[in-house]
Structures are given as structure tokens and as C-alpha cells.
């Protein structure tokens, strides 16, 4: 699906920042947006 959108948006809760998983879906940098219920940092935002 990721190869295919024209925009990715990721979207999480602020219990999901700072944890870490064993699966990757993507880097950071293929990420268009990020909409999240607190304010991020300034190097999340794009």
C-alpha cells in the first residue's frame, strides 16, 4: 500500500512515541505527515 499512495500519512496516539518494535513498516523520511493527539518536535514535523 505504501509503495502505491501518493500521500502517507502516519497517525499515532502519544503512548505509541519513544517505544520500539521488532517489525519496520517504513522510515521516517517516507512518511509525508504525522497526525498525533500532542504537539511534536519540530525534526518529526515535515
Given at each position: 500500500?505504501?509503495?502505491?499512495?501518493?500521500?502517507?500519512?502516519?497517525?499515532?496516539d502519544?503512548?505509541?512515541?519513544?517505544?520500539?518494535?521488532?517489525?519496520?513498516?517504513?522510515?521516517?523520511?517516507?512518511?509525508?505527515?504525522?497526525?498525533?493527539?500532542?504537539?511534536?518536535?519540530?525534526?518529526?514535523?515535515?
Open positions: 500500500m505504501l509503495d502505491r499512495a501518493t500521500k502517507r500519512i502516519f497517525l499515532c502519544e503512548s505509541k512515541l519513544g517505544t520500539r518494535t521488532a517489525h519496520l513498516l517504513c522510515a521516517l523520511d517516507e512518511i509525508d505527515e504525522v497526525v498525533c493527539n500532542i504537539p511534536l518536535h519540530k525534526e518529526l514535523k515535515k
